[in-house]
């Protein structure tokens, strides 16, 4: 790129930054080299689609031709942009033909003091480096005149931004990966198991309670779940059953369990339960003698 009038000189964005100073850790103690300090440059706003072409040339290719032209009684003078072949040759498969010739507005920064800021590491003692490269005193905005290689580009631009992102697509054939299943697999075990230990059938009243007897000589509780294992009997069968023989506890810490009713348990209390009752009767008898 042909260096612009006036002692000013293009950065390229890649390697230095137009915002201030670099960001630094606040502990970070450095110095920075300010030889650049007085050189004046320009600071170039492109569109996306020539960024992008630069991004891919190589350094030591030219990317433009920058031309100042200045004009009698005109303050401003006039600052067109040409892109070299290098540039133009960089198009991707199916990617319209960019502008050529582009046309920078000058705006001043008088208001303003922007500098451009490179950090450079070194890879020994891994210590950052701040150099500046100087101090922006033009800002440009780059536009595209509007030709036809222009034109047919924001159409493309536009028939791409109307696209939907996700489409319907026909298959040819069938996707094992999302093909459905009939059944799952846990839904096939468990008619499986309930095929092999066949249907709860009822069995003779008096060998349910013979079951169930036999069980509470294990435990004292037990609850519903457990005894239809036990038992293998149909839930609803079974509950008549334990209407006859058990005692459904409502009270923790035995809530929701079933207990032999007194007429078929083979224990007696507990001796703290003994205790407690004879110490009631034993009282009921002063009263009596009381009165």
Known sequence: MDSPQNGSQAE???????????????????????????????????????STRWEK???????AKLRVTKYPGITKPKVTLSLTEATLCLSEPGDKDIPKEHELIVASVSQQAIGVFAVETDELTDI???????????????????????LDLKV?????????????IQLERAVQNYKPISDHKHNIEY?????????KSRDDRDKVMEMLFHAFEKHQYYNLKDLVRITNQPVTYLKEVLKDVCIYCVKNPHRNMFELKPEYRHYTPTEPMEEGAQGDDDNDDEDNDQS
């Open 156 to 168: 493309e631009e536009m028939r791409k931004v109307s696209q939907p992102q996700r489409q319907v």
């Open 191 to 199: 008619e499986q198991k309930k095929k092999l230990e066949g249907k």
């Open 57 to 63: 040339l190589p350094g030591d290719v030219d990317a």
């Open 12 to 50: 390229n964005s890649s390697l230095s930054t137009a915002t201030g100073l670099p960001h630094l850790p606040a502990h970070h103690h450095t110095k920075m080299d300010i030889s650049n300090a007085n050189r004046g440059v320009w600071l170039v706003k492109v569109p996306k689609y020539l």
């Open 128 to 150: 950052e480096k701040v150099r500046m490269e100087g101090k922006i005193q033009q800002r440009l905005e780059c536009r595209p005149y509007a030709d036809k290689s222009y």
